[in-house]
């Protein structure tokens, strides 16, 4: 069964010598409480960079525990639920492979998947890996930015199920992969009026240079 593995609020604002803003609410830490999902995010967390983050389609952000694992084989260390500045660390679901569009019930809200991430410097600089800009792109596991559709609480433990699904077929990862990805597969989401505006100037531009 899908489902929360932890929640993440934000525990400590955070000095970022590599952002624009020079603080950065990248350290989320687990709680066992309840948090109310609204439109502009969970309650109790914040946005720093607002240019580049935050607004109701990155209104929450989802990574996957599997993702986690698979990064602590990969660096030789141990990483906890929220180390990637994730809100919801999910179990049992393939986040990569979920449709754009896609939308998820849990607890008491309805969250539609909206966009990967992107890494930035300050992501890089919060790990302290070297290349880890390069080394998350070409991983291929971004994440996946939510928008909230209907308001409620979210719990530690609350299933994730998928209360409806695009026939588009294009995921999480294909877009990451951008340029790098299947051009034509990437076109057919430019035809869905329901995109993120974000994500439809993102496609634009990478299928256009894929045209080139």
Same mark, same amino acid.
């Given at each position: 069964?899908?489902?929360?593995?932890?929640?993440?609020?934000?525990?400590?604002?955070?000095?970022?010598s $590599?952002?624009?803003?020079g603080r950065?609410?990248?350290?989320?830490?687990?709680?066992?409480a309840?948090?109310?999902?609204l $439109?502009? !995010?969970?309650v109790?967390d914040?946005?720093?960079?607002?240019e580049?983050h935050g607004?109701?389609?990155q $209104?929450?952000y989802?990574y996957a525990?599997?993702?986690?694992r698979?990064w602590?084989?990969e660096?030789?260390?141990?990483?906890?639920?929220?180390?990637?500045g994730e809100?919801?660390t999910t179990?049992?679901?393939?986040?990569t492979?979920?449709?754009?569009?896609?939308?998820w019930r849990?607890?008491e809200?309805? =969250?539609?998947v909206?966009?990967h991430r992107?890494?930035c410097?300050?992501f890089?600089?919060w =790990?302290d890996v070297?290349?880890?800009v390069?080394r998350f792109?070409?991983h291929?596991a971004?994440?996946?930015?939510?928008k909230?559709?209907?308001?409620?609480y979210?719990?530690?433990k609350?299933?994730?199920?998928v209360?409806?699904?695009p026939?588009h077929g294009?995921?999480?990862?294909?877009?990451?992969?951008?340029?790098f !990805?299947d051009?034509?597969?990437?076109s057919? =989401? =430019?035809?869905?009026?329901?995109?993120?505006p974000?994500?439809?100037q993102?496609?634009?531009r990478?299928?256009?240079?894929?045209l080139?």
């Amino acid at each position: 069964m899908a489902y929360v593995r932890s929640l993440n609020l934000v525990a400590q604002i955070r000095a970022d010598s $590599a952002g624009t803003v020079g603080r950065t609410a990248i350290d989320k830490r687990p709680t066992t409480a309840p948090v109310m999902m609204l $439109a502009e !995010g969970p309650v109790g967390d914040t946005v720093m960079d607002r240019e580049h983050h935050g607004g109701v389609d990155q $209104a929450i952000y989802a990574y996957a525990e599997e993702d986690l694992r698979d990064w602590e084989q990969e660096l030789g260390r141990k990483l906890r639920p929220g180390q990637f500045g994730e809100n919801l660390t999910t179990s049992g679901i393939d986040v990569t492979a979920t449709q754009i569009g896609t939308v998820w019930r849990v607890g008491e809200t309805r =969250l539609q998947v909206r966009a990967h991430r992107t890494p930035c410097t300050t992501f890089q600089t919060w =790990l302290d890996v070297p290349h880890w800009v390069r080394r998350f792109t070409e991983h291929g596991a971004p994440g996946a930015y939510l928008k909230v559709l209907d308001p409620g609480y979210i719990r530690q433990k609350d299933a994730v199920e998928v209360d409806w699904m695009p026939d588009h077929g294009v995921t999480v990862g294909d877009t990451f992969a951008g340029r790098f !990805g299947d051009k034509a597969k990437l076109s057919l =989401l =430019l035809d869905e009026p329901d995109l993120a505006p974000s994500m439809r100037q993102y496609l634009e531009r990478e299928v256009a240079i894929g045209l080139e």
